[in-house]
């Protein structure tokens, strides 16, 4: 673990030491929170992946949006203006059905193969992913959920449309296990399905994996987590980092989070600082 933390804090950015310095229970103040993260946010309540300084001429997205919200969660922000206006964000850009999808500037300023027609099975995965973000931050009353719930029964029968991405399974995986909106077959169905596929995950994805499952209130014990943890230690590489094309930090810094969460008595001994 120093050798992992010793290569965060010499190669993250801002947000990465933050991120570090949070979960390891390091003093800092909600003013450093908030001037980090601020290159990351937009004036409509919308959030980017990547901060300003690194790419002038972009806009805020639904996707992006959901991906920060991990972090408002870590940081505990839940009750801030910055929470506030992501909130009234998502309730703009949900469409009238109560589906979600990402928004037209997004599609219009950066586009890409895989998310340029309104396809079904990312609708579903955007409909799923906000409340299931939302109920890991304790907001499972908002008016936006409801909509949603109703839209994603009306489709998540259909298995093929379920599993047609891993983002799409994790996403009703975990929404299911937050609501008792479904029959438990379906979420076994789904629970022995993401069991299949951890094995094949890359650091990535499995570190968002088990995040989305810290976040919708599995124990450390479930047997996805525990799965998902010995994965994850398989795939940590001899200087302590998780490899993954332009995000090895990032993806770092979530791999030990999820660590901490499983095994906190491997952060009880002192760490460098530099």
């Given at each position: 673990m120093p050798r992992t933390v010793a290569y965060?804090?010499?190669?993250?950015?801002?947000?990465?030491?933050l991120r570090l310095t949070v979960l390891l229970?390091?003093?800092?103040?909600?003013?450093?929170?908030?001037?980090?993260?601020?290159?990351?946010r937009f004036d409509d309540g919308s959030w980017d992946y990547t901060p300003g300084e690194l790419c002038e001429e972009r806009v805020g997205s639904l996707?992006?949006?959901?991906?920060?919200?991990?972090?408002?969660?870590?940081?505990?922000?839940?009750?801030t203006e910055e929470m506030s206006s992501t909130l009234e964000f998502l309730a703009r850009v949900q469409e009238d059905d109560g589906s979600f999808y990402e928004t037209r500037a997004?599609?219009?300023h950066s586009p890409q193969p895989w998310l340029q027609e309104d396809t079904l099975i990312d609708r579903f995965y955007f409909t799923a992913a906000v409340p299931v973000r939302l109920y890991s931050m304790g907001c499972s009353l908002?008016?936006?959920?409801?909509?949603?719930?109703?839209?994603?029964?009306?489709?998540?029968?259909?298995w093929g449309l379920v599993t047609g991405t891993w983002y799409s399974l994790w996403a009703l995986l975990c929404l299911l296990h937050q609501t008792d909106q479904t029959t438990l077959t379906l979420y076994n169905r789904c629970h022995d399905k993401a069991m299949s596929w951890i094995d094949g995950l890359r650091p990535q994805p499995l570190t968002w994996?088990?995040?989305?499952?810290?976040?919708?209130?599995?124990?450390?014990?479930?047997?996805l987590v525990v799965r998902g943890m010995a994965r994850l230690l398989s795939l940590q590489q001899d200087d302590g980092t998780w490899q993954e094309p332009a995000s090895q930090v990032e993806t770092t810094v979530t791999a030990?989070?999820?660590?901490?969460?499983?095994?906190?008595?491997?952060?009880?001994?002192?760490?460098?600082l530099a």
């Open positions: 965060i804090r010499r190669y993250g950015n801002a947000l990465d030491k229970g390091e003093p800092h103040t909600r003013d450093e929170i908030q001037v980090v993260l601020r290159p990351y996707g992006g949006t959901i991906h920060c919200l991990r972090w408002l969660r870590e940081f505990g922000m839940q009750q997004k599609l219009d908002h008016h936006v959920i409801k909509p949603a719930l109703r839209w994603l029964r009306e489709h998540w029968g259909d994996f088990l995040d989305a499952l810290q976040g919708a209130g599995f124990p450390s014990d479930e047997p030990i989070r999820v660590l901490r969460w499983c095994w906190p008595e491997l952060f009880l001994r002192p760490l460098p």
